[in-house]
């Protein structure tokens, strides 16, 4: 019952995405990647939408980094209440089986512009570099998300399987096997989204290469 909720509900979700090619027709090659890199996110907040459930019962008010800091002790920022181990939720089979399918979720286009905007204005924050560019930005975004569609694919051969129950999968070992990432899309987001933009600003050399040089970044 879990290995089919699960599969039911990650099946379009952790495939490959599916693109209209005409949409690239007359894009030049950055254009292309930001549209792909639109389309990765876009599917993410399908997902994390679709886990929600019942839109009516999630406030979209999300408060201000100051409003927040307001309400920390005085000469505290939100930094210094970070958690280096953040414990992400275990999900059953009743709760995954009611959640919508992603790819019937529609996010807007508002949201889909906002997505478009983002991302060429990263575009423009990495460097003309020979490696460490927005188009090494994107293939190591597109490493990620098929890394991520793998850890939530529950085929057989993974390793998942109980070993005295072979046609059933133990919830808590998929959980722990996955450190949560299975049940919370959000993570997945912020997972890719980190891989988006990973190397802003990247100066084209290795930390050692500054270090030996001197330059103003290394002091």
Known sequence: KLKKA????????????????DIFDGMTKMERLVEWNVEVLASLLQQIVASR??????STCIP????VENGLEERKTVLDEFSPIIPLKRFDVEELKSRRRPSSID??????????????NITGM??????????????????????????VNTDEGNG????????TLDLVDLAGHSYGITSDPLTQFAVVFSAVIHDVDHPGVPNAQLVKDNTRSAQ
Do not use: M
């Not at 807007?108 to 991302?119: E, I, T």
């Open 6 to 21: 699960i599969y039911a509900w990650t099946e379009g979700a952790s495939s490959d995405l599916d693109v209209d090619i």
């Open 53 to 58: 459930g019942d839109d009516s019962n999630h």
């Open 64 to 67: 201000k980094v100051s409003l």
């Open 107 to 120: 996010i807007g286009d508002a949201a889909r512009s906002q997505l478009r905007n983002f991302l060429s």
């Open 126 to 151: 990495y460097r003309d570099n020979a490696f460490h560019n927005f188009e090494h930005a994107s293939h190591v975004t597109s490493s990620v998300k098929k890394l991520l569609s793998r850890i």
């Open 160 to 167: 998942l399987r109980r070993s005295n129950h072979p046609d």
